[in-house]
Nanobody, 115 residues
Framework: QVQLVESGGGLVQAGGSLKLSCATS????????MGWYRQAPGKQRDWVAD???????NYADSVKGRFTISRDNTKNTVYLQMSNLKPDDTAVYYC?????????WGQGTQVTVSS
């Protein structure tokens, strides 16, 4: 059974930082690409960043230079370090992966950035 469990969200002031974690089980984490998405109230879910099994990363323009995605294959966990947060970053953040031809989402973690 594939499970993705996000944690680390919270309330932070603009300019602050947060580090999100996504612990996985039921997949061979080391060979899987992982992604982070976010969904603000009333908006669609948007891609934020992804990381390949080899550690190559990609970022949405809106977070480039402020967010860093990383992975720890010994802990089957992917991270999203978020710095210089802005009110527009307020959203529920989800991690995502594909395994066995199916996409899997975590339950999400709320990030709220106050101005």
């Amino acid at each position: 059974q594939v499970q993705l469990v996000e944690s680390g969200g919270g309330l932070v002031q603009a300019g602050g930082s947060l580090k999100l974690s996504c612990a996985t089980s039921g997949i061979i984490f080391a060979i899987n690409a992982m992604g982070w998405y976010r969904q603000a109230p009333g908006k669609q879910r948007d891609w934020v960043a992804d990381i390949t099994s080899g550690g190559s990363t990609n970022y949405a323009d809106s977070v480039k230079g402020r967010f860093t995605i990383s992975r720890d294959n010994t802990k089957n966990t992917v991270y999203l370090q978020m710095s210089n947060l802005k009110p527009d970053d307020t959203a529920v953040y989800y991690c995502f992966t594909v395994w066995g031809g199916r996409g899997y989402w975590g339950q999400g973690t709320q990030v709220t950035v106050s101005s």
